[in-house]
């Protein structure tokens, strides 16, 4: 049984605090901001989550789609609608990504791509079936859901010209990112080492974004 706001399970002990996507999205940020703290020579750029979704966008969104957006996905939207950068260069969508502009394109350009839609079809799924949720406008990369109706729905296919991992669902995948964010930071700490006094850091920050939840625990970096 999962969470229908998550996708995680449910069958925790009794009396155990279940985990949301503002619990989820607090740990993140927590990562990426000690992400930046180690990349001082800015390898990469660094932004927090937006504000969230409202009920009544998402569900508009949903009816230019055409369809219920995923309950894993949607609760994350519920929850942060987009994250910019949220792992390297690759940027989750938000309701208007999901519908047109820059990222959108690019997104949708990889999907359509000979050789993505080969990748796919050699993982045993159709590319026609999915529809982007992340991508990038430096890279090739794109995370790739299932739409509802069809065998892959609700699952997550991370693909670079060709498919380097597939996920249960939107959490799935969002957690695995952020595992490769932590083995990141221990790479860029033993690259960069200290960072030399007077050197500044970049600043994650934007005026009325909520603040990193305080259960994050620093020791999970």
């Known amino acids: 049984m999962s969470d229908t706001n998550t996708g995680a399970s449910s069958g925790a002990s009794q009396g155990a605090r279940e985990f949301t996507w503002p619990d989820y999205i607090g740990w993140g940020g927590m990562i990426n901001q000690a992400r930046m703290e180690a990349d001082w020579k800015g390898l990469w750029d660094y932004a927090i989550p937006h504000l969230h979704a409202s009920e009544e966008t998402v569900a ?6 055409g369809f219920r957006l995923p309950e894993s996905y949607r609760g994350f939207l519920l929850a942060s609608n987009g994250w910019p950068c949220f792992y390297q260069d690759m940027t989750i969508f938000s309701t208007s990504d999901l ?3 820059d990222l959108h394109e690019a997104g949708q350009t990889q999907l359509e791509l000979e050789e993505c839609v080969e990748a796919m079809a050699a993982d045993g799924v159709i590319a026609a079936d999915h529809f982007p949720v992340a991508a990038s406008l430096e890279s090739i990369d ?5 739409k509802p109706g069809t065998p892959a729905e609700g699952t997550v296919s991370w693909v670079r010209g060709e498919v380097i991992e597939r996920y249960d669902d939107f959490l799935d995948y969002y957690l695995s990112m952020m595992e490769l964010n932590k083995i990141e ?6 690259d960069y080492g200290p960072k030399p006094d007077g050197v500044p850091h970049a ?7 909520p603040p990193v939840i305080e259960e994050a625990r620093r020791d999970d970096l």
């Open 203 to 209: 600043v994650i920050g934007r005026p009325g974004s």
């Open 99 to 101: 519908l047109g502009g």
């Open 185 to 190: 930071i221990t790479r860029l700490r033993q």
């Open 142 to 146: 794109v995370a790739l859901m299932g």
């Open 60 to 65: 508009r969104a949903e009816a230019q789609l």
